[in-house]
């Protein structure tokens, strides 16, 4: 996606937290109470017919544990950062023990400098 516009970014949004609501077997009423929302915000929301306040998308973020990179890459169009991105991403996916052996790596390399 080469330029953000708000429609896209709302609509990829409510995507997103409607995919993460249902995989934690919600609903949007549960959700709504969750929040401290109501219910037509969080419709609108997921349709795409609402931006969501940063509070608002943080707090969905913690409950349903969606990550920022799941959130904002695919608006990202700067390489380095979208290259950090695919990194967290493939890290993301390791098992807890892969993760602390790469970390291991890590801080080797680090103090190689």
Request: no cysteine.
């Amino acid at each position: 996606m080469s330029s953000a516009f708000k429609a896209d970014i709302d609509k990829n949004f409510g995507k997103i937290l409607r995919d993460f609501r249902i995989k934690n077997k919600l609903t949007q009423e549960q959700l709504s109470e969750k929040l401290g929302i109501s219910l037509k915000y969080i419709s609108r929301i997921e349709n795409g017919n609402n931006g969501v306040k940063t509070q608002t998308l943080i707090n969905y973020m913690n409950i349903l544990g969606i990550t920022p990179n799941t959130i904002y890459a695919p608006f990202i169009t700067n390489n380095e950062a979208a290259k950090n991105i695919e990194i967290t991403e493939k890290l993301s996916s390791l098992s807890d023990e892969k993760k602390d052996f790469i970390s291991s790596v890590l801080d080797l390399l680090q103090n190689l400098d």
